[in-house]
């Protein structure tokens, strides 16, 4: 299984969405620069969390993208799915049968195995579903702070 890189894009720009100081909408060119992504690239990944309901949009000279959700209301399996959608990851293609003789034998073979990746699965989207957005901002007893991400110079940090 190999996920897009637009989920670890996405999980950070949900942390500069929450840890925005007062909830202000953050244009898409500040998370562009600072992920440094393309703009339009960075507007696909946005454009499927605002369609998954995680992400708000407000157009307009004060407009931007906030939070839809309190961090503890967004698990990973949310995220994972807004990028990657919500259908299995196991989709078989018939491709034994083709090959091999005796189908009857292949067939329920090819069945216990589908059972062990959607059984793997299962436990996948069970532990995603465990973990919040919120518990990644807190740090021993301590939450992280806000910053205000408009006003931060990415030059200062090199």
Same mark, same amino acid.
């Given at each position: ?5 637009g989920?670890?894009?996405a999980i ?8 925005? @100081? ?8 500040i ?12 507007k696909?990944?946005?454009r499927?969390? =605002?369609?998954?309901g995680? =992400?708000?949009?407000?157009? *307009? !000279?004060? *407009? /931007?993208?906030r939070?839809?959700?309190?961090? $503890? $209301?967004? &698990?990973?399996?949310?995220?994972y $799915?807004?990028i ?5 990851? %196991? ?6 049968? !083709? %090959?091999? +003789?005796r189908?009857?034998? @292949?067939?329920?073979?090819k069945?216990?195995?589908?059972? %062990? ?7 996948f989207k ?5 973990? &919040?957005? /919120?518990? +990644?901002?807190v740090? /021993?007893?301590?939450?992280? /702070? ?5 006003? @931060?110079? +990415?030059?200062?940090?090199?």
């Amino acid at each position: 299984m190999k996920m897009k890189s637009g989920v670890e894009q996405a999980i950070c720009i949900l942390i500069m969405l929450a840890t925005q @100081i007062e909830q202000r909408p953050i244009k898409s060119t500040i998370l562009s620069k600072r992920l440094a992504v393309s703009d339009s690239y960075l507007k696909k990944v946005m454009r499927s969390l =605002v369609v998954s309901g995680l =992400v708000d949009s407000e157009a *307009g !000279k004060d *407009g /931007g993208f906030r939070l839809n959700r309190t961090p $503890e $209301e967004i &698990t990973m399996l949310h995220i994972y $799915e807004a990028i990657e959608g919500t259908h299995s990851f %196991v989709r078989p293609t018939n491709l034994a049968e !083709k %090959v091999f +003789l005796r189908a009857d034998k @292949i067939r329920d073979k090819k069945q216990e195995v589908l059972e %062990v990746f959607f059984d793997a699965e299962q436990q996948f989207k069970t532990r995603l579903k465990q973990y &919040t957005l /919120g518990s +990644l901002l807190v740090e /021993g007893s301590d939450r992280i /702070g806000a910053a205000d991400w408009e006003s @931060i110079d +990415l030059s200062a940090e090199n």
